[in-house]
């Protein structure tokens, strides 16, 4: 059984930054892909950035270009997503999540419960 337990997100203010973790078990970490999604009060979840098993590619949505940056450490089996210069947009419920293959294709397989991001003003 695949278990994703993401953790990190609390209140900050505009600006700030902050680093999320997922700790992975279940299955050979490095082998997968992994992303990290969102979802904010009111509004459907939106992708935010994936990495391929191994860490060779990335991609990230275009409203974190440049802030946001994805990695991972396959000896610890943890995902990180490093957040710098912080918006109220990015308050939300972010989630862990892992796909089926080394490519982040299709929809992801396993989903953490979800850490609480909010960003004041």
């Known amino acids: 059984q695949v278990l994703l337990v993401e953790s990190g997100g609390r209140l900050v203010q505009a600006g700030a930054s902050l680093r999320l973790s997922c700790a992975a078990s279940?299955?050979?970490?490095?082998?997968?892909?992994m992303g990290w999604f969102r979802q904010a009060p009111g509004k459907e979840r939106e992708f935010v950035a994936a990495?391929?098993?191994?860490?060779?590619?990335?991609t990230d949505a275009d409203s974190v270009k440049g802030r946001f940056t994805i990695s991972r450490d396959d000896a610890k089996k943890v995902l990180y997503l490093q957040m710098n210069s912080l918006k109220p947009d990015d308050t939300a419920v972010y989630y862990c999540?892992?796909?089926?293959?080394?490519?982040?294709?299709?929809?992801?397989?396993?989903w953490g419960q979800g850490t609480q991001v909010t960003v004041s003003s």
């Open positions: 999540a892992g796909y089926s293959g080394i490519y982040y294709t299709g929809n992801p397989l396993y």
């Open positions: 279940g299955r050979t970490f490095s082998n997968y892909a």
């Open positions: 990495i391929s098993g191994f860490g060779r590619t990335v």
